[in-house]
Nanobody, 127 residues
Framework: QVQLVESGGGLVQAGGSLRLSCAAS????????MSWFRQAPGKEREFVAG????????SYIESVKGRFTISRDNAKNMVYLQMNSLKPEDTAVYYC????????????????????WGQGTQVTVSS
């Protein structure tokens, strides 16, 4: 069983930055597409950003383009989400997720396609 553990969430003022980290167990991290999802109170969980196995492809929802950057380090079994210019509407629990079965060059954006999930980390952006 793959374990995913997020860290780096917290409270930040609008316009500030945070970097989320996700540490993965196992020997086959590079075989997984990795993504970040988030869920705000009263909202459905939504895809935020994803990165392909070799980092050749990334995908973002429109609202975070130019502000968030997803990256990964396969040698360290780590995936990151750098969040800049944060807005109050970014407030949510952020989840790291792993997709083993995506085709090459594909980052899937629906939560049902992901096999493993972290416990989530809270991000709160004050105005």
């Amino acid at each position: 069983q793959v374990q995913l553990v997020e860290s780096g969430g917290g409270l930040v003022q609008a316009g500030g930055s945070l970097r989320l980290s996700c540490a993965a167990s196992g020997r086959t991290f590079s075989n997984y597409v990795m993504s970040w999802f988030r869920q705000a109170p009263g909202k459905e969980r939504e895809f935020v950003a994803g990165i392909s196995r070799s980092s050749s492809m990334t995908s973002y929802i429109e609202s975070v383009k130019g502000r968030f950057t997803i990256s990964r380090d396969n040698a360290k079994n780590m995936v990151y989400l750098q969040m800049n210019s944060l807005k109050p509407e970014d407030t949510a629990v952020y989840y790291c997720a792993a997709d083993r079965y995506a085709r090459p060059l594909v980052v899937r954006t629906t939560q049902e396609e992901y096999n493993y999930w972290g416990q989530g980390t809270q991000v709160t952006v004050s105005s």
